[in-house]
């Protein structure tokens, strides 16, 4: 089953990856400029660091690490949850019932199989800076390494529930790119440690919308920084939001009337 | 004359690209094309007033000359004057008095009630208050939408919203209006509606229309006068009832019989296209139509009989021969 | 009423049809503006400077920047590619309206919207956050401030208009456009004041039309630029104007000419 699924999607990231191919001169100005994206922010902080030394107690390399590692999250989930980004065409053109007729989980043919082979380039400069980062820090051990890795997969646990979400209100309202982006800008508020927000802001982005929980624990683990609590903490959210999504897509399919011509 | 064509040819280059991934690998190192003849040399003249019905099959080149006329494209040969102008200088005094409506393309905004399109053509157009007014009023009385226009045009049907869009490519009174495939899409008493209400415009107004379409019934309905193009260039200009004496003089007429017959039973005179029980098909004279008709009804048992007209792209074909 | 003013007041209302979508775009903008708020907060020291913007300064200029964003940066006109792609362009043409000012005027009903939106955000913001501002007290200054935002607005359509023009020859208008996207949101100076830069830097940057999108303007609200600066300012950021301007009638008057001599 596993390997039919990845079978699948394989075929599927094949296939995407040839569309893009055509418009070969799109995609690679599109990776173009994540790249420019990545470098201007991280020149920014060295800028910002070079004056002030420090940005709430964290020194140049542990703030790189920070921004590496939102970017590494950020490149993995758009890597996989790339066909999200395709979804409003899908429900308004009614293209989605087919997703409901074929013999594969709807959920997964929403979710996965849109990847984009050019986004590799941005993951593995991703990678390349965690971990330079990690190297200039020091005082690693192997068990902060694993944890990190851990609450990795947990970010990402936690922004597939968001896409599920996300793809919950596009099948009730055919309203997609507007809560997508949104989830971008709100998760974009950590590319820097939260500690810089005041509270409540902060609490909410820990508990709430737990950006906090997806991009400044796993930095913070590794550094030694988080206590045991607040990995139990972490995997107990992810958890529990990945069992309210699957509920949630089950009442959306449900109550799905397809499109009207 | 309002309008006036003389050996307009239109060419344009089309790329080749084989299909698959090496091809489109290939198509980066070299292209090769083709000059697609899309009118080669036609020539014709219209007059005010002239309901005009371009016909042809698809490819034909009818969506193009219209263009042509109406300044969307300019021409790779040949002189157009319409109106006096030159169309693809597109001068304002000459889109003033034009109006084109092409299938797929809408003008009107979605979100809002189509009047408020219908008063922005008014400010585009310089229509003054009183003419505006009196067209709303006229036109949405005899399309039957006059409590529409308030209503935000997403919550319209397509057939009421092909009706709004028609009044708001109408509301200047333009001297000639482009129809092009008007009636595609629609269902069949929205394509007649339709072809009345262009009818009765063209009378009422004395606006000179110029349709294309591939229904026959759009061209039999509404045009005197047809324009048969094929591959770019004309091959019949005049009267639709001598298009039909000389090139269609048959109809076909499809019969479903509920018992089967010896085909020695069918009279030898008439031609058969299909028998294939329970269908029969039968290509029959005009002369000849209502009489073989009653004789079949009278002699075999069947369930159903149809009378079709000869399929344009056959009567094109003909034509062309 | 005027045609093109008639656009506006439609583009306003199709706003208020949108409401939802609308309304998400302004959070989102919101939620922006908090994250370099809170950054700035985090960086400059209480009572210090960062390279000689204290807290006053740094968090007027954020929010600040954030309103002429409304002016200069709300937008319709990005679908000017899409709408050469589509052939609805040859609904434009058959008619005699300007093209151009018709996308002006779509962009003014828009902005009219956003700038209102973002006037009820900043109080908001302003009630809820009490960040110490400096308010612009010379009238003169704040209306070259002016100024310079509309000389930034018309830079920015210009701007979309350009990208928009791609269309004539290529299906994808959105690579080039999320490239200049990024250029921008980096040398506007939506993320920071662009005179933290090393000079060198910043001497280059003074010479880019980006500069007088966001930084400019705000700078001279900020009062730290002497009259000769501005008017300096104000005499680049109008020849990149015009330069522009002679590009898209250029790139225009070859677009049409390919575009009516294919069709869509």
């Known amino acids: 089953m596993v390997g039919k699924y990845l079978k699948i999607w394989w075929t599927m990231t094949r296939i995407a990856s040839q569309i893009a191919f055509v418009s070969r001169f799109g995609a690679i100005i599109f990776i173009l400029g994540k790249i420019l994206r990545f470098a201007f922010f991280l020149l920014f902080l060295l800028l910002l660091i ?4 420090v940005i709430v107690g964290y020194e140049i390399w542990q703030v790189i690490l920070f921004f590496a590692t939102f970017n590494l999250i950020d490149t993995v989930v758009q890597f996989f949850l790339r066909e999200v980004y395709r979804f409003r065409s899908y429900v308004v053109s009614g293209d989605f019932d087919y997703f409901l007729i074929k013999p594969i989980s709807p959920l997964f043919r929403s979710l996965f199989g849109g990847s984009d082979v050019l986004d590799i380039s941005m993951l593995l400069i991703s990678v390349g800076f965690v971990i330079m980062s990690i190297f200039k820090i020091g005082d690693i051990s192997l068990s902060g390494v694993l944890v990190y890795l851990l609450l990795i997969l947990n970010a990402f646990l936690i922004a597939l529930t968001f896409h ?45 919308l737990p950006v906090g929980i997806m991009m400044t624990f796993p930095p913070k683990s590794l550094m030694g920084l988080l206590s045991i609590q607040s990995v139990m903490i972490a995997l107990v959210v992810s958890t529990v939001l990945l069992y309210v999504s699957l509920k949630c897509w089950k009442f959306a399919i449900s109550r799905y009337a397809s499109a009207s011509s | 004359m309002i309008i006036s ?24 190192i070299s292209r090769k094309y083709t000059t697609v003849k899309a009118v080669d040399g036609i020539s014709f003249e219209i007059d005010t007033g002239e309901l005009v019905g371009f016909i042809g099959p698809n490819g034909a080149g009818k969506t193009t000359t219209l263009k042509c006329l109406s300044g969307l494209l300019y021409p790779t040969n040949g002189k157009i004057s319409v109106l006096g102008f030159t169309p693809f200088e597109r001068k304002k005094e000459f889109l003033k008095q034009i109006s084109f409506v092409m299938g797929q393309k809408n003008q009107l905004w979605w979100e809002l009630p189509a009047l408020d399109t219908l008063l922005l053509n008014k400010e585009i157009y310089d229509v003054p208050n009183n003419k505006f007014d009196e067209v709303i009023k006229e036109l949405s009385k005899l399309l039957e939408v006059e409590d529409l226009l308030k209503i935000q045009v997403k919550k319209l049907s397509l057939g009421q919203r092909m009706k709004c869009e028609l009044i708001a490519s109408l509301i200047h009174f333009p001297k000639v209006l482009f129809l092009d495939e008007p009636t595609i899409g629609l269902d069949v008493v929205m394509q007649k509606k339709l072809r009345e209400f262009i009818k009765e415009y063209n009378k009422r107004y004395k606006a000179t229309i110029i349709l294309t379409s591939h229904y026959m019934d759009d061209v039999e309905d509404l045009c005197k006068r047809v324009i048969v193009v094929n591959r770019g260039k004309i091959v019949f200009d005049g009267n639709l009832s001598d298009l039909i004496k ?4 048959y109809k076909i007429i499809s019969v479903t019989l509920e018992e089967n017959i010896d085909p020695k039973s069918i009279d030898s005179s008439l031609e058969v296209i299909t028998f294939l029980y329970p269908r029969l098909v039968l290509k029959v004279k005009n002369e000849k139509v209502n009489d073989t008709a009653s004789q079949i009804l009278k002699n075999f048992k069947t369930r159903d009989l149809t009378i079709e007209d000869a399929d344009i792209e056959d009567v094109i074909r003909r034509v062309y021969e | 009423m005027n045609k093109y003013l008639l656009v506006a007041k439609n583009t306003w209302y199709e706003t208020v049809a949108y409401r939802f979508n609308f309304v998400m775009w302004r959070i989102r903008v919101v939620f922006q ?10 960086i400059i020291p209480e009572n210090g400077d960062f390279l000689g913007y204290t807290k006053p300064l740094m968090l007027t200029y954020v929010l600040g920047t954030s309103l002429i964003a409304s002016i200069a940066l709300a937008s319709r006109s990005y679908g000017i590619g899409d709408e050469i792609n589509n052939g609805n362009l040859s609904n434009f043409l058959i008619k005699p309206i300007n093209y151009f000012l018709y996308w002006f005027s779509k962009d003014m009903g828009d902005k009219a919207m956003n700038i209102l939106f973002s006037v009820l955000e900043l109080t908001m913001l302003f009630l809820l956050l009490h960040p110490p501002i400096f308010i612009q007290t010379n009238i003169f200054i704040i209306f070259l401030a002016l100024i310079s935002s509309v000389i930034a607005l018309i830079l920015y359509f210009l701007f979309n208009i350009l990208l928009g023009l791609i269309g004539f020859w290529s299906p994808d208008v959105w690579a080039p456009r999320f490239i200049f996207i990024i250029l921008l949101n980096f040398f506007a100076g939506s993320l920071f004041p662009l005179d933290i830069l090393p000079k060198s830097v910043f001497y280059f940057l003074r010479a880019l039309p980006f500069t007088y999108i966001l930084y400019f303007p705000l700078k001279i609200y900020l009062g730290q630029l002497s009259q000769i600066e501005i008017y300096i300012g104000v005499f680049i950021s109008a020849i990149w104007v015009l330069i522009i301007y002679w ?10 000419a390919a575009y009516t001599a294919y069709g869509r």
Request: hydrophobic share 45%; charged share 20%.
């Open chain 1, 50 to 53: 070079s004056k002030t030394k």
């Open chain 1, 164 to 208: 599920i979400f996300i793809l919950v209100v596009g099948i009730l309202t055919t309203e997609v790119d507007n809560t997508l982006w949104l989830y971008r800008d709100i998760t974009q508020m950590g590319r820097l440690p939260i500690d810089i927000y005041k509270e409540p802001i902060r609490g909410i982005l820990t508990f709430i």
């Open chain 2, 5 to 28: 064509v003389s050996h307009l040819s239109k060419y344009y280059q089309a790329y080749q690209k084989a299909p698959g991934f090496l091809g489109s690998v290939r198509s980066l």
């Open chain 2, 246 to 249: 000389r090139y269609a003089p």
């Open chain 3, 33 to 42: 503006l908090l994250t370099v708020y809170f950054l700035w907060l985090a």
């Open chain 3, 247 to 256: 590009f898209v009638r250029i790139i225009w008057a070859k677009g049409i």
